[in-house]
């Protein structure tokens, strides 16, 4: 079993829509978590960042951490057809090991005009 | 506009021949990492440095992969011999030891092995 697992999708809403992502993990330590968006053919860009639990807000996307279910989110609010891409969660320990970002395998996501 | 630059971009090979991919961190970052992308195993770490020294390889298949920073504005990957398993996407990321805030990611080398 993976460290951080991660429906691949692909996830097909409409405009407008709210996106819900999300990855589950297994080692307890992790406390930095991380969301990325990959466009096609392009390398990784940092969306959202949060440490240990709770929630952050920037603009129409939100993270939420629930560290007691280890379970993240990433919620898309207002989706665009811009928003389509490929959406990794990454998570790392405090530490030594801060890092080592373990990435989940991504959400493929196409929002439909 | 700072950015990661990797060359080269593409690449084709036959099995066995030496691949050697290049970075070039964003001026001022004292931290490189290397990843490997594929769709089963999606991204990972194959080598991080720390102001040019190598704190982690560990990722890295010993016997056949290589990383190093000549200096602090190139780090090369380096593969001999190759193999058709090593077809992926190779990306370098630099960033400042503040946090994974600062970590940029380069565009990627797309390397086939024949």
């Known amino acids: 079993q993976k460290e951080v697992e991660q429906d691949p999708g692909p996830l097909s809403v409409p405009e407008g829509a709210i996106v819900s992502l999300n990855c589950t993990y297994s080692n307890s330590a992790f406390q930095y978590f991380m969301w990325y968006r990959q466009y096609s053919r392009k390398g990784p860009e940092l969306l959202m960042y949060t440490y240990s639990s709770g929630n952050k807000e920037d603009g129409r996307f939100t993270a939420q951490v629930d560290k007691s279910s280890k379970y993240i989110s990433l919620f898309i609010r207002d989706s665009q057809p811009s928003d389509s891409a490929t959406y990794l969660c990454?998570?790392?320990?405090?530490?030594?090991?801060?890092?080592?970002?373990?990435f989940g395998t991504g959400t493929r996501l196409k929002v439909l005009a | 506009d700072a950015r990661v630059t990797q060359t080269p971009r593409h690449k084709v090979t036959e099995m066995g021949q030496e691949v050697t991919m290049r970075c070039q961190p964003i001026l001022g970052h004292n931290t490189v990492f290397w990843y490997r992308q594929t769709m089963m195993q999606g991204l990972e770490l194959l080598a991080y440095f720390r102001n040019r020294a190598p704190l982690d390889d560990s990722g890295m298949p010993k016997d056949r992969f290589s990383a190093e920073m000549p200096d602090a504005t190139l780090a090369t990957l380096k593969i001999q011999p190759s193999e058709p398993r090593d077809s992926a996407v190779y990306f370098c990321?630099?960033?400042?030891?503040?946090?994974?805030?600062?970590?940029?990611f380069g565009p990627g080398t797309r390397l086939l092995v024949l």
């Open positions: 990454a998570m790392s320990a405090v530490g030594v090991g801060t890092y080592k970002y373990i």
């Open positions: 990321a630099s960033g400042s030891a503040g946090g994974p805030e600062t970590q940029y």
